[in-house]
Nanobody
Framework: QVVLVESGGGLVQAGGSSRLSCVAS????????MGWFRQAPGKEREFVAA????????RYADSVKGRFTISRDNAKNTVALQMNDLNPEDTAIYYC?????????????????WGQGTQVTVSS
């Protein structure tokens, strides 16, 4: 069992930055790929970014590539998402998730554990 708790987010102006953090507790954190997903009103939950178990590999959705950076600190059981150059299309609830394996995966069904989500609202 893995419990994930996100923090950060809130209201940000377009062009601004925000940093999300996620603290994990439970089973060994470093055994799993970690990811961030987001869900905008009326839309399906979508992949944002993923990071391999030791942080050596990352992957991003095309819509955030070059603007967002995912990182992790296994010693602190945390994963973060630094978001720069935000635009209103980034407005969504952002979820931290732990995959069921150590492989790099990008679909919601491959992630077994989810945080409660944190709202990010970007004003124009």
């Amino acid at each position: 069992q893995v419990v994930l708790v996100e923090s950060g987010g809130g209201l940000v102006q377009a062009g601004g930055s925000s940093r999300l953090s996620c603290v994990a507790s439970g089973r060994t954190f470093s055994t799993n790929t970690m990811g961030w997903f987001r869900q905008a009103p009326g839309k399906e939950r979508e992949f944002v970014a993923a990071i391999s178990r030791f942080g050596g590999s990352t992957r991003y959705a095309d819509s955030v590539k070059g603007r967002f950076t995912i990182s992790r600190d296994n010693a602190k059981n945390t994963v973060a998402l630094q978001m720069n150059d935000l635009n209103p299309e980034d407005t969504a609830i952002y979820y931290c998730a732990a995959a069921t394996s150590s492989m790099m995966v990008f679909t919601t069904w491959q992630y077994a554990y989810w945080g409660q989500g944190t709202q990010v609202t970007v004003s124009s």
